[in-house]
């Protein structure tokens, strides 16, 4: 177990340390924004892999026994989530990093954009939130919360960032959108235009889906539903 929680601090502090605090801009001035990014990359794959096969040598230690029902509901949680994350990734954004200059854009707020600003952040929480639920181990309990609890940290972040960085630009683009899911539609700050999400994009995330899905006992050696 220690070195499963040595792995998720290096996980938290690469990103809430780094990332999100004034010593990126330090770093950055240093060795120069793309060399940032690119040694940033290398080890959040790093702690990413770290992390996964710390996880899958922790002992098992259980806190609680979930229902069997509750695997179904992981499985709908996980569902939405990889659209989110599917869908956010194949759609321009402002909040992702070497994206920024779409904030100069009149247009850029379309499709997923108008459901929330952070679709793959949001895709991320859904699925740590439905796996936290299911499994209820001290193993699962630290690697699911702490990726729920990143994400959700992360999309305060970068707005706070965007905000600082770009002014006017940001806060048009802030103002039509909303971190929240639905936040701006229920406002009446935006509206829903399913056409504009791309049915290639859904395809795709459905096809991610069931992959994940069908190998999902071959890849963690669990099976998704009972």
Same mark, same amino acid.
């Given at each position: 177990?220690?070195?499963? +929680?040595?792995?998720?601090?290096?996980?938290?502090?690469?990103?809430?340390?780094?990332? *999100?605090?004034?010593?990126?801009? &330090?770093?950055?001035?240093?060795?120069?924004?793309?060399?940032?990014?690119?040694? !940033? #990359?290398?080890?959040? +794959?790093?702690?990413?892999?770290?992390?996964?096969?710390?996880?899958?040598?922790?002992?098992?230690?259980?806190?609680?026994? #979930?229902? =069997?029902?509750?695997?179904? /509901? &992981?499985?709908?949680?996980?569902?939405?989530?990889?659209?989110?994350?599917?869908? *956010?990734?194949?759609?321009?954004?402002?909040?992702?990093?070497?994206?920024?200059?779409?904030?100069?854009?009149?247009? /850029?707020?379309?499709?997923?954009?108008?459901?929330?600003?952070?679709? !793959?952040?949001?895709?991320?929480?859904?699925?740590?939130?439905?796996?936290?639920?299911?499994?209820?181990?001290?193993?699962?309990?630290?690697?699911?919360?702490?990726?729920?609890?990143?994400?959700?940290? *992360?999309?305060?972040?970068?707005? &706070?960032?965007?905000?600082?960085?770009?002014?006017?630009?940001?806060?048009?683009?802030?103002?039509?959108? #909303?971190?929240? =899911?639905?936040?701006?539609?229920?406002?009446?700050?935006?509206?829903?235009?399913?056409?504009?999400?791309?049915?290639?994009?859904?395809?795709?995330?459905?096809?991610?889906?069931?992959?994940?899905?069908?190998?999902?006992?071959?890849? !963690? *050696?669990?099976?998704?539903?009972?």
């Amino acid at each position: 177990m220690q070195e499963l +929680i040595a792995a998720t601090a290096f996980f938290l502090v690469i990103h809430l340390g780094i990332a *999100g605090t004034s010593a990126r801009a &330090a770093i950055v001035q240093r060795i120069g924004e793309k060399a940032f990014r690119a040694v !940033f #990359s290398l080890l959040s +794959i790093a702690g990413l892999v770290w992390l996964v096969r710390a996880y899958s040598r922790a002992p098992f230690e259980p806190l609680w026994t #979930s229902p =069997p029902w509750m695997n179904y /509901v &992981a499985t709908a949680l996980a569902f939405v989530g990889v659209v989110l994350v599917v869908v *956010g990734l194949l759609t321009p954004n402002p909040t992702t990093a070497s994206f920024e200059p779409l904030l100069k854009r009149d247009n /850029v707020v379309r499709g997923m954009l108008r459901v929330t600003r952070h679709p !793959f952040l949001w895709g991320v929480a859904l699925w740590a939130l439905g796996h936290l639920a299911a499994n209820g181990d001290l193993a699962s309990v630290i690697i699911f919360g702490s990726f729920l609890f990143l994400v959700l940290v *992360g999309t305060v972040s970068i707005d &706070a960032k965007r905000k600082r960085a770009f002014g006017e630009q940001w806060e048009r683009f802030a103002g039509v959108t #909303s971190n929240v =899911p639905f936040g701006a539609i229920a406002a009446g700050r935006n509206q829903l235009v399913i056409g504009e999400i791309g049915l290639w994009r859904i395809g795709v995330a459905l096809a991610v889906f069931v992959l994940t899905l069908y190998f999902h006992a071959a890849l !963690f *050696g669990v099976e998704p539903l009972p």
